[in-house]
């Protein structure tokens, strides 16, 4: 099994979005003549999005992270989408699509009877829950490294 990282994107501002006059006068009276900004004084943060990709298809990423853990904790996959705020639709052709990539389960589920049904991550679901967790801390790890030292000089 091959997982590729997709590249992350970086948001674009449209004409709508642009800087006000104000901020921008704001950010030229901070500064005095002849110094330039200071990037590192905690306002400057990097933010990161993880997706992984198998075979180059997008295979998973943040939001479908936080679906498999609310089906761990709700138990279901309806209330798991209402934990997300995504539609049942959207959600079961999420789940769909990743079992058809790794070609393997990644919910147990039981239908109907006096409980009217549960999910639940098989180890599979749990491992790759883990593997996106320490994958996406040790990019935000590199991210933050490489920002403390671009932004120094």
């Known amino acids: 099994m091959h997982f590729q990282a997709m590249a ?3 948001a674009r501002k449209t004409a709508g979005t642009l800087r ?28 990161l999005k993880g997706w992984l990709t198998f075979d ?3 295979f998973i990423g943040p939001r479908y992270i936080r679906l498999l853990e ?11 989408c209402a934990q997300c705020d995504m539609s049942y ?4 052709n999420r789940i769909r699509q990743m079992e058809r990539i790794l070609g393997a389960p990644i919910l147990e589920i039981s239908r109907g009877g006096s409980e ?6 098989t180890p599979l679901a749990n491992r790759l829950i883990s593997v ?6 040790a990019i935000v790890a590199a991210s933050d490294n490489a920002a403390r030292r671009l932004l120094k000089a």
């Open 8 to 10: 992350t994107t970086l």
């Open 20 to 47: 006000s006059p104000a901020r921008s006068q704001k950010a030229k009276r901070a500064r005095s003549p002849g110094t330039s900004p200071k990037l590192l004084d905690g306002r400057v943060q990097t933010r």
């Open 56 to 58: 180059g298809e997008f």
């Open 70 to 80: 609310a089906v761990g904790v709700a138990g279901t996959i309806r209330g798991a």
């Open 89 to 92: 639709r959207t959600c079961i």
């Open 116 to 121: 009217h049904g549960s999910a639940k991550l």
């Open 132 to 137: 996106y967790h320490e994958w996406h801390r």
